[in-house]
């Protein structure tokens, strides 16, 4: 049986790799958010739920690569409950807000307004696994509850 310093260590952990994911994806920084992931990841998107996933760490990353450069994304994590399995397992439900926009070509750092700005709302199931002495995310199902994707 876990302690619960334990518990706590590995809910925050979790949390981190998470939130890690999350804003890696959204700044491009491509190498480190494929290290959120472990080997074999797989990610169900909100946009083609529930099929389609994205299997491997490489095509995760390989996903992102192929995103429009203009594309500015930002993904607001939140309400996320970690449940320790055991030393190794756990498992997450966790609340996404979604905004997304296309940049001023003209004027990269113009902002783009918010009411042009795509606007979801949906949840992520994750799955962490411990993997090489750092807790990975090795599943996650994302689904919108309101709102959609991103139309060019």
């Known amino acids: 049986m876990l302690s619960r310093e334990k518990r706590f260590e590995i809910e925050a952990e979790c949390k ?10 959204d700044a491009g ?4 958010y494929g290290d959120c992931h ?5 990610f169900i998107r909100p946009s083609t739920y529930p099929a389609n996933p994205l299997k491997g760490r490489a095509e995760l990353v390989s996903s992102l690569k192929s995103r429009d450069e203009n594309l500015l994304s930002r993904h607001v994590l939140s309400n996320m409950i970690v449940d320790v ?7 997450a439900i966790a609340y996404f807000l979604h905004y997304a926009a296309r940049r001023n070509v003209d004027d990269p750092e113009a902002v783009p307004a918010v009411d042009s700005a795509l606007k ?4 992520y199931q994750i799955r962490f696994v411990l993997q090489q002495g750092k807790w990975r995310i090795q599943r ?4 919108f509850l309101f709102g959609g994707v991103f139309k060019p």
Do not use: W
Not at 16 to 25: E, G, H, I, P, T
Not at 38 to 42: K, N, P, V
Not at 85 to 91: K, L, M, R, T, Y
């Open 16 to 25: 981190r790799v998470a939130l890690c994911a999350s804003n890696f994806a």
């Open 29 to 32: 920084r491509l190498q480190e």
């Open 85 to 91: 399995i055991n030393d190794h397992e756990a498992q």
């Open 120 to 123: 979801s709302v949906g949840e």
């Open 38 to 42: 472990t080997d074999d990841a797989e």
């Open 140 to 143: 996650r199902v994302g689904r």
